[in-house]
């Protein structure tokens, strides 16, 4: 039976911070040792990670008000989260993500010409999964954590020493599919790490509806050690990711972090917030911006240079414009596609519907001409 490590679950009460939104380094040992390898070079390039990631969801954002996406669910206000966890990860490691994790695929190495190709309608994925050992966005709220569960345990099974790491939000935790991951990844000891970027919301619900306590303390009950993280505070979340992500691949089992994060645009370009929140709550989270507070460690330890900022611009302009350039290239797929991949093999039942469609789409094409 494996004993279960709790000596971090002070952390539900005072979340892990290593940087404050001034920017200045907080003093915590334990968690400071986790980063020491994190120097001036490192620290920037987490900036750069950040300000590139925020650049590709705006450039998406922008794309789907000018008609370009079908849908887009931002991530601005998530990027110290998603960036600080991701760069915990090692290659071989796999991520089952949810709808929001742009930055973490970028982070992964997803090709920018391939993120929107989901959300403009003309593929069911937009990147190859085992290229980058991450799984396309899904949209099925919490089902990411069984699939990662599984995959994790598949791997301890054969003694792959990997981590598997799964995204979902606080909304998700009230899923039977969350709860039934833990549960299943607490028994079998499978080397998963649940990683719940609490962004305040489930579309138009507040995180207190889902949870009476805070939400790491879910994961005590399955005797899974938890801990609270200022998810936006990258260098943070990228010390206690790498605890966990070295406790699966030792053969620890899993662990759960909370991030605690605001999502500050709107659920999806589908929603409009103002609806059910105030502004002052979203100006309150500006000032714990996670770029912001990056920009300001790196002035007051003397990393911050017009040079540097030239090449980050640089940088981030020349991502959104393959975003940009790449999603209005996309070709728009042959209808008949549609049906290649319901089944590996052919099947008369699908043979039937897609020749139906087809000699739907010659009457249309006719009755167009007539
Ligand atoms: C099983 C299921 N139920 C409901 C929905 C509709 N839905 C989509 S996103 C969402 C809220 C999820 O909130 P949260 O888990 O906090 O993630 P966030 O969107 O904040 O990143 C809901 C209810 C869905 N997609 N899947
Ligand atoms: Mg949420």
Request: with cysteine; proline share 5%; aromatic share 8%.
């Amino acid at each position: 039976m494996a004993v279960h490590d709790t000596t971090t679950s002070r952390h539900d009460t005072y979340p892990v911070q290593l940087i404050q939104p001034d920017g200045q380094r907080v003093f915590d040992r334990e968690h400071a040792a986790l980063v020491a390898d994190i120097g001036p070079d490192r620290l920037r390039d987490l900036y750069e990670d950040l300000v590139v990631v925020r650049r590709i969801d705006a450039e998406a954002t922008a794309l789907q008000r000018q008609g370009q996406l079908g849908l887009w669910a931002p991530l601005h206000g998530q990027e110290a989260a998603q960036v600080g966890s991701a760069r915990a990860l090692h290659p071989e490691d796999y991520v089952f993500c949810s709808y929001r994790e742009a930055g973490v695929a970028h982070c992964r190495g997803a090709d920018p010409a391939s993120i929107t190709r989901m959300w403009r309608g003309v593929a069911h994925s937009c990147w190859d999964p085992d290229e980058i050992n991450m799984t396309n966005p899904a949209i099925v709220v919490g089902a990411q954590g069984l699939h990662a569960t599984g995959y994790a345990y598949a791997a301890h099974l054969e003694g792959a020493e990997l981590a598997v790491l799964t995204y979902f939000g606080d909304g998700a935790t009230s899923q039977g599919d969350i709860a039934e991951a833990l549960g299943f990844a607490a028994s079998w000891s499978a080397p998963v790490v649940f990683f719940c970027q609490n962004n305040q919301w489930a579309i138009s619900e507040p995180v207190q509806v889902q949870s009476q306590t805070p939400i790491v303390r879910r994961a005590y009950g399955y005797g899974i050690p938890g801990v609270q993280v200022d998810g936006n505070d990258v260098l943070a979340v990228l010390a206690v990711t790498r605890q966990a992500v070295a406790r699966a691949r030792a053969g620890g089992g899993p662990s759960f972090i909370e991030a605690i994060t605001y999502r500050m645009g709107p659920h999806t370009t589908a929603d409009d917030p103002t609806r059910y929140r105030s502004a002052a709550e979203t100006e309150l989270w500006k000032r714990r911006d996670p770029i912001d507070r990056m920009r300001r460690l790196l002035e007051r330890e003397g990393l911050w240079s017009s040079d540097f900022e030239r090449r980050v611009t640089e940088h981030s302009d020349a991502v959104g414009a393959t975003v940009r350039g790449a999603t209005i290239d996309m070709p728009d797929p042959e209808p008949s596609r549609l049906f290649d991949h319901v089944y590996t093999t052919a099947h008369p039942l699908i043979d039937a519907e897609r020749d139906e469609y087809a000699g739907y789409l010659a009457g249309f094409e006719e009755g167009v001409r007539a």
